[in-house]
T-cell receptor
Framework: DSGVTQTPKHLITATGQRVTLRCSPRSGDLSVYWYQQSLDQGLQFLIQ???????AKGNILERFSAQQFPDLHSELNLSSLELGDSALYFC?????????????FGPGTRLTVL | GNSVTQMEGPVTLSEEAFLTINCTYT??????LFWYVQYPGEGLQLLLK?????DKGSNKGFEATYRKETTSFHLEKGSVQVSDSAVYFCALISGGGADGLTFGKGTHLIIQP
């Protein structure tokens, strides 16, 4: 158990809909990362927040957005969903903002878009 | 930009065999290098890491050495077990911490008894 929690574990929805994925980082960690894992694209970095502020963006679509709240939990919002958005979405957290720090991954949310 | 290349497999070995999974990278600056493991139905777990050239990361019998001259971080284990069956990801991060991990495509390892 990494100490990172994600809800829900599974999500099934229809094209065009909007969903919210939630992540609670390890106690004391200030940095939260979101990743997408799909069969064709592999594991891709989406976005990073540190202590409530956006710090880095990866291959995140404009239809996707995220935020980190004062209690440090984070939410990833996916809208106008398409079939190709079906994937595993991972959240990770780390303590500080240095590249040597380890990122600890949650168990993931499996999103299925029908 | 950053990129990581690793053999995808599946790699099938017998129990107690020697394991090598190759990983090479392209990165700006001086990245930190990681190996993560993913067991079926689970998230990624850090296996080992190295943060500067010539560092050796090790854990649970696995080792990898940060080779700057060959831009490589190959994973090795002297004697694999059935319980090592999983997907292994090589990854790097650079940019002072304000960045995400760049992953290879993963190597599916199958150990047969």
């Amino acid at each position: 158990d990494s100490g990172v929690t994600q809800t829900p574990k599974h999500l099934i929805t229809a094209t065009g809909q909007r969903v919210t994925l939630r992540c609670s980082p390890r106690s004391g960690d200030l940095s939260v990362y979101w990743y997408q894992q799909s069969l064709d694209q592999g594991l891709q970095f989406l976005i990073q927040y540190y202590n409530g502020e956006e710090r880095a963006k990866g291959n995140i679509l404009e239809r996707f957005s995220a935020q980190q709240f004062p209690d440090l939990h984070s939410e990833l919002n996916l809208s106008s969903l398409e079939l190709g958005d079906s994937a595993l979405y991972f959240c990770a957290s780390s303590a500080i903002l240095v590249s040597t720090d380890t990122q600890y991954f949650g168990p993931g949310t499996r999103l299925t878009v029908l | 930009g950053n990129s990581v290349t690793q053999m995808e497999g599946p790699v099938t070995l017998s129990e107690e065999a020697f394991l090598t999974i190759n990983c090479t990278y392209t990165a700006t600056g001086y990245p930190s290098l990681f190996w993560y493991v993913q067991y079926p139905g689970e998230g990624l777990q850090l296996l080992l890491k190295a943060t500067k050239a010539d560092d050796k990361g090790s854990n649970k019998g696995f080792e990898a050495t940060y080779r700057k001259e060959t831009t490589s971080f190959h994973l090795e284990k002297g004697s694999v077990q059935v319980s090592d069956s999983a997907v292994y990801f090589c990854a790097l991060i650079s940019g002072g911490g304000a960045d995400g991990l760049t992953f290879g495509k993963g190597t599916h390892l199958i150990i047969q008894p």
